[in-house]
């Protein structure tokens, strides 16, 4: 076990970036965008999820995808998109639980024909969730807009939710992405947490390693917020780094002080 568990004695890393879906914690001030992204889904539209790395688009999706009704929808997350037309189609095809055979053309028709076939047997909707859509190259963009376009009694057959990073919605702007994007009903852009959301997230995080004391000062998470900028994931990381820098020292409580020095160690200052 890590020296620093030992230490404060905690049962698990509170900073792991392994947790499960029934353990994501969302800030109360992302509420909004959840909901917002469950709203969109539910009237079948398609969304648009951006913002800058780490600040939590793939938490805030997960968060969404899980408060769809499993008995209403069908949701299909893939993520490892940088690649062209043809693996895309074959990549959803196995995520959509069959093997893809054949030509491009055989795999896309199948993949619509499983889309449908979804709706009919179970009146499933079919989320399709493409993460890191970003480097999702032209061609493979321009082929969303037809399956953006598949329709049932004259509503999406499928709805898109597309997150990456602000570039993408840069790109969406140009050129002949232009008519995907007038196709996406919602857009919703993640920024950067507020210091309660911080102090929260901390707190929550040493909870859920079954801390029962305040490791972490007040003047501490201060300084974290002020540092990472609200950014979850350098928040996490600083925590983390701070944890370990206390235990070498033994000192149980976390100040400024351990704080300002754990930044020194990280690359992001
Ligand atoms: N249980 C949890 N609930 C919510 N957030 C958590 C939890 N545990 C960790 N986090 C933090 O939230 C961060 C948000 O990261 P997330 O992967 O959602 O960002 P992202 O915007 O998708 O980044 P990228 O652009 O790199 O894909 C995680 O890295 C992690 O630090
Ligand atoms: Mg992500």
Redesign the pocket.
Known sequence: MREELLFFDLKRPP???D?ALS?????PSRENAVSLLVRAVEARQHALVT????????????AMAERLPATHHRVTYVWNVAVGRRDFYRNLSVALGFEPRGTAAAVFDGVQRELRAGWAEHRLHPVLII??AHVLPDATLQHLHILANFDRDANPLLSLVL???PELRDRLKLGVHRSLLTRIGTHVD?GRTTPDDTAA?VR??LE?AGSRSEIFGLDAITTVHEMTAGV??????LADMALRVAADRKEKHIGRAIIREAWKILPHH
């Open positions: 900073f792991a970036k947790f353990e994501t914690w969302i800030e913002g800058e790395p780490g600040v939590g688009k793939t938490v805030v999706v997960r993460d890191e997150v990456g990073l993640i997230y929550n995080r859920y979850p994931r350098v928040v996490a990381t």
